[in-house]
């Protein structure tokens, strides 16, 4: 009796303070939390020409849950040259990956999907292409997040390399072009300079050869035809 009433004079029992529990919800210290199911990641080495994200769920969400979608874009310039070419100016993709929320529905999606035709309605545009896709153990988001990065950062890479490189060829294009100018100047001028010189040499060539012509006749005796001539006169 005596423990009862100090236990409720100081108010320190967690009989008192603690409210009832009903059975089975007694707080256990040694007990975690459930996890939910792991996600699985699909990897599409090949989209389907002109598949877009939407159309892409719609077709997975058939055989479970889905997470996220991504889709890598083809590169600008190569659709580009494709429209120029008379092609499709339809938006393509190259390669995806998809989050299925359990892994175990992402591993029998890969089974059976793997290398067979997409199927569908006849005469649709997809129905005959064929899947390519492979499931990635152990593969998080945070890696694809990783890796578009890092793909990134690689195609920067090498365009700065190839725009230094072109850079370079048009520089040394240019420095071979001044000095083919600046050598057929140079042969301009020397030809040019010969063509006067033969033009003076055409000149005074006729004078040389007269005053060779009565330096030659001085040496001469007139002939006798002449000399008859002058004395008959």
């Known amino acids: 009796r005596e423990a009862v009433v100090s236990t409720q004079s100081t108010g320190s029992s967690d009989e008192e303070e603690t409210p009832a529990l009903p059975p089975g919800d007694a707080p256990d210290s040694d007990a975690q939390p459930k996890k939910g199911p792991k996600p699985g990641v699909v990897y599409l080495s ?6 877009k994200p939407k159309k892409m769920r719609n077709i997975m969400s058939q055989y479970g849950e889905i997470g996220r979608i991504f889709l890598q874009p083809e590169d600008a310039d190569v659709r580009k040259r494709r429209k120029m070419t008379g092609g499709s100016g339809k938006k393509k ?35 005959d292409d064929i899947w390519s896709m492979k499931y990635l153990p152990r593969f998080k988001w945070a890696n694809l997040t990783e890796k578009l990065a890092y793909d990134s950062a690689v195609r920067k890479k090498k365009l700065q390399q190839e725009l230094t490189q072109v850079k370079k060829e048009t520089n040394f294009y240019l420095e071979q072009v001044d000095k083919k100018k600046m050598i057929s100047a140079i042969k301009r001028k020397r030809e040019e300079k010969g063509v006067a010189g033969e033009a003076a040499g055409n000149v005074a060539e006729p004078s040389a050869k007269q005053r060779q012509l009565a330096v030659s006749n001085k040496g001469k005796a007139l002939p006798n035809s002449i000399l008859s001539n002058v004395f008959t006169q």
Do not use: C, D, Q
């Open 46 to 51: 090949r989209v389907p020409p002109y598949m």
């Open 93 to 127: 993709f190259t390669e995806g990956w998809i989050e299925f929320k359990r892994k175990k529905i992402a591993k029998a999606v890969v089974a059976s999907l793997n290398g067979n035709i997409i199927g569908g309605k006849k005469g649709s545009y997809y129905h």
